[in-house]
C-alpha cells in the first residue's frame, strides 16, 4: 500500500481543535487508522446534475432522466512534532480553509528556491487598478532584481530544482529526465508523485527547512509586523477609523465614506468571479451585486446596527457566488478589509488580516517620483477656479464641476457613454478647450479612496478614448455638440484635478507627505500609463480653496 503515489498539496494547520470541529461541523466522518499519527475524514454528498431540468423539457418522461451525480471529499491530517499537516481531495480544502497558515507555501519555497530559477509568479499590487497579475518567464528570472516587484505581494511562486537539490533539501530521492518544480502559495507541492513513505520523510524536514534563511525576500518593501503590541495598536487605529466612518454614515453627515479603506480579497480571481455576494450578519442576510464600504454599512444600518464595534469583523460574514449558486468565496468581513495608514512618518497597510510596514526605501523612491511629476510634469498656465466652501465643508463634486464649466471650460461630468451591455462610462469631467490642444480634466474631492477613484477613472476613459474608435467618435460628437471649436482629436493633454477634503489641514504642507505610499504608488502608475498610450501633456493639479 505504501508504495502507491499520490501527488500531495501540504497545507499547515495553525489551529488544529478548530480544524476538527469545522470538519464535523460540515458532516465528514472520521475514519479509523492504522497510525495514531494520521486522522483520515471523509464526506459524500450526491445532488440532482446541473443538466436535469433542461433535459426534463425534452424527454417524454421526466423521471427516465433522474439522475444523482456523487462527489467524495477527503481531509488527512498528519501530526509531526505536535505540530499539524493537511492534505485534501474533492472539497475537503474548503472546510479547513480557515483554519490553515495562508503564507505556509510562499514561506518555504522563498527558503528553498533559488531566485533565479523562478518560472512564474502570481502577485497582488497594492495600488493600480491591477488586481492580480500572473508572470511566466521562459528564460531564468531573477525575482531580487527586478524593481516591478517593489509594491507587491507575491501570492504564489512556481521554481525549478534539480535532484540533488530535492534529496539534500527533503531527503528523498526522485529520478526524473525533466526539471522538477515546486509550488508554493497556501499550500505546498512538489510536482511529482510520492509515496506515503517518502512523504513522511518530507514532512519530518519540514520544520528545519521553516527554520532556514530566506533565499529571496516575498514582501519587496514591505514587511510584516511582528510586535504584538503595535499590531494591537494599529488594529485599534482601524476599528475606531471604522466607528468614526459608520457613525458619519448612519447620521447622513457624509454623501460617501471618504477613507483609505477599501474592500478587496486575497483569492482575487474568486472574488472577481463572483456573480453576487451575500452578506449575513447572525440571522439576517442579503444578496447584493457588488461590495464597498459603503454597501457594507448600509446592511449594517438596516439591520438596526446603531454603532461599529470590532466583533462586526467577526460576525459579518460575506460569500460570494456564481449565476448557478455555486460559492465561489465565503469569509468574515475582516478578511476583506484592505487599508493603508500614515501613523507619524511611518506607512502601513493592512492586507490579508496582517499589518505591514513599508520600507523607507520604498517611501524615498516614492516621494522622488512624485515630485518629479509634480515639478515635470505640467501644462503651462493651467489653472481651474477655487473649490468652494460650503458649511463646516466644501460643495459637491457636482456643484463644484457645475460652476466651473463656463465659456471653454466644457461640462462632460456624467454625460455617459455607452460602451456594451449596461456599462457606460464618462468621456472626462471638464473638456478644456482655452488653448489649441483639448484637455481632458478629470476632477475629485479628498485624498483617500477619492484619488484612487480619480486614477481608476483617469486610466478607464482615457483606455477607451485612445483604443476604442467608437467610444472616441461618440465623445467628440458629444464636446462638439457643446462647443464649436475644433481640435486634434488624437493630440489631447490630460489633467487629473482633485481638492484637499481637509479644510483645517495646512496647506502649505508638501503633497507627498498628505497622501499614504499606497496613493503615490497608484499615481506613479497612472501617469506612466498615460505616456504609454500616447499622452505627452499631462498634469496632476490640486485645486485650492476659496
Request: glycine share 4%; aromatic share 10%.
Amino acid at each position: 500500500m505504501r508504495e502507491i503515489k499520490h501527488k500531495f498539496a501540504i497545507y499547515k494547520i495553525k489551529d488544529d481543535v478548530a480544524c476538527n470541529k469545522s470538519l464535523e461541523d460540515k458532516g465528514f466522518e472520521q475514519i479509523k487508522c492504522k497510525d495514531v499519527s494520521y486522522k483520515l475524514y471523509m464526506n459524500k454528498k450526491s445532488k440532482p446534475p446541473k443538466w436535469e431540468n433542461m433535459l426534463s423539457q425534452v424527454a417524454q418522461n421526466p423521471n427516465d432522466i433522474k439522475r444523482k451525480n456523487e462527489n467524495s471529499s477527503f481531509v488527512l491530517l498528519k501530526t509531526i512534532d505536535k505540530q499539524v499537516y493537511a492534505f485534501t481531495g474533492g472539497s475537503g480544502f474548503f472546510a479547513i480553509q480557515k483554519s490553515i497558515d495562508n503564507d505556509f507555501g510562499m514561506d518555504l519555497i522563498s527558503k528553498i528556491i533559488e531566485p533565479d530559477r523562478i518560472k512564474y509568479i502570481r502577485q497582488k499590487p497594492l495600488a493600480g487598478k491591477t488586481v492580480q497579475e500572473e508572470s511566466v518567464y521562459k528564460e531564468y528570472y531573477n525575482y531580487n532584481f527586478d524593481p516591478k516587484n517593489w509594491g507587491k505581494i507575491s501570492k504564489e511562486i512556481l521554481g525549478e530544482i534539480n535532484g540533488s537539490d530535492i534529496e539534500k533539501a527533503f531527503g528523498i530521492e526522485i529520478s526524473s529526465k525533466f526539471k522538477i518544480r515546486l509550488q508554493g502559495k497556501s499550500s505546498f507541492t512538489i510536482n511529482r508523485s510520492l509515496t506515503l513513505e517518502q512523504l513522511d520523510t518530507v514532512l519530518q524536514k519540514l520544520k528545519e527547512l521553516s527554520s532556514k534563511k530566506d533565499k529571496f525576500l516575498l514582501y519587496k518593501g514591505f514587511s510584516e509586523i511582528s510586535n504584538s503590541t503595535k499590531k494591537k495598536e494599529l488594529t485599534s487605529k482601524l476599528i475606531e477609523k471604522l466607528k468614526v466612518l459608520y457613525e458619519s454614515y448612519i447620521k447622513q453627515a457624509t454623501n460617501d465614506v471618504e477613507t483609505e479603506i477599501i474592500i478587496s480579497y486575497s483569492d482575487v480571481r474568486d472574488f472577481i468571479l463572483s456573480d453576487y455576494y451575500s452578506i449575513s450578519y447572525k440571522v439576517s442576510k442579503e444578496d447584493v451585486e457588488v461590495l464597498s464600504l459603503e454597501v457594507i454599512f448600509e446592511f449594517m444600518k438596516n439591520k438596526g446596527i446603531e454603532e461599529f464595534e470590532e466583533y462586526h469583523l467577526s460576525q459579518i460574514n460575506i460569500a460570494g457566488f456564481s449565476e448557478e449558486e455555486e460559492e465561489k468565496i465565503s469569509d468574515k468581513l475582516k478578511s476583506f478589509l484592505v487599508a493603508d495608514f500614515l501613523d507619524g512618518d511611518k506607512n502601513y497597510c493592512f492586507v490579508d488580516q496582517k499589518w505591514y510596514q513599508v520600507s523607507q526605501d520604498l517611501i524615498d523612491i516614492a516621494n522622488k517620483e512624485v515630485k518629479n511629476i509634480l515639478v515635470n510634469f505640467s501644462i503651462k498656465d493651467f489653472e481651474l477656479p477655487n473649490w468652494k466652501k460650503k458649511g463646516k465643508g466644501l460643495e459637491t463634486e457636482d456643484d463644484y464641476i457645475m460652476d466651473a464649466c463656463k465659456k471653454d471650460l466644457i461640462q462632460m461630468h456624467r454625460d455617459h457613454i455607452k460602451i456594451k451591455g449596461h456599462d457606460k462610462a464618462e468621456a472626462c469631467d471638464i473638456v478644456d478647450l482655452r488653448k489649441d490642444e483639448a484637455v481632458f480634466v478629470f476632477v475629485k474631492r479628498g485624498l483617500g479612496t477619492s484619488l484612487r477613484e480619480l486614477f481608476a477613472q483617469v486610466r478607464n476613459s482615457i483606455e477607451l478614448y485612445s483604443k476604442d474608435k467608437k467610444f472616441q467618435d461618440d465623445a467628440i460628437t458629444k464636446i462638439k455638440g457643446k462647443h464649436s471649436k475644433t481640435f486634434d482629436v488624437n493630440k489631447i493633454g490630460v489633467v487629473l484635478a482633485f481638492t484637499d477634503h481637509s479644510i483645517s489641514r495646512k496647506r502649505k504642507t508638501p503633497l507627498e507627505k498628505r497622501i499614504s505610499t499606497v496613493v503615490k504608488l497608484d499615481l506613479i502608475q497612472t501617469c506612466s500609463f498615460l505616456e504609454e498610450v500616447g499622452i505627452n501633456n499631462i498634469m496632476f493639479y490640486e485645486i485650492p480653496h476659496k
